[in-house]
């Protein structure tokens, strides 16, 4: 079974960065996507970011392209999201998901989340 655990979040003030982590473990396939999503309370689930495994093919949400970068170690089952200017608006538990031999692209997983993700971290962004 997949297990994901996210870490790596805090309090930063705008315009500051932070980078999450996401220890991952229990894949079957090598061919695997993860994705970052976040949530604050009142509002949907967003999906941030995704990578897939197999090429490295990467997607970002607009509202975080060009600040964010999602990267991957795979052979630590390691994953990152380096977070940078963060706005108040980024404020949300952050959690990583994955999905096993994805059969769609990035772009519909990013919209629909995946199937499996562990506890999330909070991240505050101060103004």
């Known amino acids: 079974e997949v297990q994901l655990q996210a870490s790596g979040g805090g309090l930063v003030q705008a315009g500051g960065s932070l980078r999450l982590s996401c220890a991952a473990s229990g894949f079957t396939f090598s061919d695997y996507a993860i994705g970052w999503f976040r949530q604050a309370p009142g509002k949907e689930r967003e999906g941030v970011s995704c990578i897939s495994s197999v090429d490295g093919n990467t997607l970002y949400a607009d509202s975080v392209k060009g600040r964010f970068t999602i990267s991957s170690d795979n052979a630590k089952n390691m994953y990152y999201l380096q977070m940078n200017n963060l706005r108040p608006e980024d404020t949300a538990a952050y959690y990583c998901?994955?999905?096993?031999?994805?059969?769609?692209?990035?772009?519909?997983?990013?919209?629909?989340?995946?199937?499996?993700w562990g506890k999330g971290t909070q991240v505050t962004v101060s103004s």
């Open positions: 998901e994955a999905v096993e031999r994805p059969r769609y692209g990035l772009s519909w997983f990013l919209g629909v989340g995946m199937d499996y």
